[in-house]
């Protein structure tokens, strides 16, 4: 149980171009999903929070325009990263909360999408 | 500004030792704690979650809690060189359901 799948895993891109990451949890259902960037070596960076139906809440310093986020179904989060440049190259990695679970704080993660901008 | 800390490692074991990883964090009021293994180029995978003093066992795991000393600890018990990896520390902030991770701590242990 408790499974979260992410596409693409890899994906390569030019400079300027906007690219679509899906994050599905396939055996339950997510109120909460979780948008992570982790860059070689370093831990994990939240990037923002989703609620289905409603707009994520992007934490200090992530730009919202550039990296949008919609949760349209308790079982879909979609991360577009819009005119990418180099900088943007790095993994990312959703997690999902489930609803109802007995601990509902844990959160699951999917398998990640590593994004390198050429 | 919430912190976990980590010693980032690598903390090297033989096959078969206990290898022992800790972790402190900042916020006393923090109730929820998370124990994640994440090997090199992949995401992170839940190992244990911990809410109440004292220890919780899993198998070949042991969390570890001391609110009181604001530490969380994980053992592992008949270690592996599968077990080679990095552990990450989380907490759970406030009341919202973000988790802070510490910047984990690399065991490497040798056959």
């Known amino acids: 149980g408790a499974v979260v799948s992410q596409h693409p895993s890899r994906v390569i891109c030019k400079s300027g171009t906007s690219v679509k990451i899906e994050c599905r949890s396939l055996?339950?259902?997510?109120?909460?999903m979780f948008w992570y960037r982790q860059f070689p070596k370093q831990s994990l960076m939240l990037m923002a929070t989703s609620n289905e139906g409603s707009k994520a809440t992007y934490e200090q310093g992530v730009e919202k325009d550039k990296f949008l986020i919609n949760h349209a179904s308790l079982t879909l989060s979609t991360l577009t990263v819009t005119s990418a440049h180099p900088e943007d190259s790095s993994f990312y990695i959703c997690s999902a909360r489930a609803i109802l679970a007995p601990s509902s704080y844990e959160q699951y993660f999917g398998p990640g999408t590593r994004l390198t901008v050429t | 500004q919430k912190e976990v800390e980590q010693n980032s490692g690598p903390l090297s074991v033989p096959e078969g030792a206990i290898a022992s990883l800790n972790c402190t964090y900042s916020?006393?009021?923090?109730?929820?704690f998370f124990w994640y293994r994440q090997y090199s180029g992949k995401s992170p995978e839940l190992i244990m979650s911990?809410?109440?003093?004292g220890d919780k066992e899993d198998g070949r795991f042991t969390a570890q809690l001391n609110k009181a000393s604001q530490y969380v600890s994980l053992l592992i018990r008949d270690s592996q060189p599968s077990d080679s990896a990095t552990y990450l520390c989380a907490v759970k902030v406030d009341s919202s359901y973000k988790l802070i991770f510490g910047s984990g701590t690399r065991l490497l242990v040798r056959p």
């Open positions: 055996d339950f259902q997510a109120t909460t």
């Open positions: 916020d006393r009021g923090s109730q929820s």
């Open positions: 911990i809410y109440s003093n």
